[in-house]
């Protein structure tokens, strides 16, 4: 029914800056709050930033005040402005939904294949 499809990551120097974006696509749906979490290699994956379909954010303490996660609803898309990047190596961001299927009204999440975003010198 629905397909979340991240872009926009790669490399970076640290200080840097970059943006995410994710896009849903399909047929009969409805968005919800949507995410960005962050996952580096033998890591549990952790939220990074969250939004509601009413714009209601919400941050981790790590990337409050670098990071900046907005959406369009008529456009199904949920971006992630990221600025004055750490030097932590590679991590894979995802995005993740909340969807409502407008013929039955059945509520689930849905998550992007992720995007690779590596800062480093």
């Known amino acids: 029914q629905v397909q979340l499809a991240e872009s926009g990551g790669g490399l970076v120097q640290p200080g840097g800056s970059l943006r995410l974006s994710c896009a849903a696509s399909?047929?009969?749906?409805?968005?919800?709050?949507m995410s960005w979490y962050r996952q580096a290699p033998g890591k549990q994956r952790d939220l990074v930033a969250t939004?509601?379909?009413?714009?209601?954010?919400n941050y981790s303490d790590s990337v409050k005040g670098r990071f900046t996660i907005s959406r369009d609803n008529a456009k199904n898309t949920v971006s992630l402005q990221m600025n004055s990047l750490k030097p932590d190596g590679p991590a894979v961001y995802y995005c993740k939904a909340g969807v409502t299927n407008t013929l039955t009204f059945r509520v689930r999440e849905y998550w992007g294949e992720g995007t690779l975003v590596t800062v480093s010198s």
């Open positions: 399909g047929s009969l749906f409805s968005i919800g709050a």
């Open positions: 939004i509601t379909r009413a714009g209601s954010t």
